[in-house]
């Protein structure tokens, strides 16, 4: 019994330890770069958050401490405090830097194959693992019947043997 307090303390030091710690970058959002103004405040937090750093990796502007980031947050808010509309700020972004910078970008030609590339290629495992477990359950049971029919061809041809051979004492 002496082991079970041991247990409980490693297996509640080992949920400590796995237990995920909030980001840094959650607050790159600096106080000096906020609007006055909270739903204009609100509609430039959602649009950085649908805009992704183009020096980062899979990050939004609005979650990136990056030089470029802090800029692209600056002007999103320049140009809501100047009356544009979300879709004008996207278009406007997205027009200079393309696509890319937004993190869900649209079905188009060029970016189809960024949409179907994983389905494609998990579905080409999916066949893969299918060709190649039916080829194994064909081959053990093709396999099977030969190896017995070599078992018996090669008991045969023991018994034969000792037949023809001479007692070696």
């Not at 990050?59 to 947050?73: E, G, H, Y």
């Not at 509309?85 to 972004?93: F, G, N, Q, R, V």
């Amino acid at each position: 019994m002496p082991a079970a307090p041991f247990t409980i303390v490693l297996l509640l030091l080992s949920l400590l330890l796995s237990a995920p710690l909030p980001s840094g970058s959650a607050h790159a959002v600096t106080p000096e770069e906020m609007l006055a103004d909270p739903a204009l405040e609100k509609r430039a937090r959602d649009l950085s958050k649908n805009l992704r750093c183009l020096v980062c990796q899979n990050q939004s502007i609005d979650d990136s401490d990056a030089d470029l980031a802090r800029d692209l947050r600056l002007e999103v808010r320049r140009r809501l405090t100047d009356g544009e509309t979300d879709a004008a700020i996207l278009a406007a972004i997205r027009e200079t830097y393309g696509d890319y910078v937004l993190l869900n970008p649209p079905v188009s030609p060029a970016t189809l194959i960024l949409w179907t590339a994983p389905l494609a290629i998990i579905a080409g495992g999916v066949l893969l693992l299918i060709a190649t477990r039916r080829r194994r359950d064909d081959g053990e049971a093709d396999g099977s019947a030969a190896d017995t029919m070599d078992t018996v061809s090669y008991a045969q041809s023991d018994d034969d043997a000792g037949q023809t051979m001479p007692d070696p004492s």
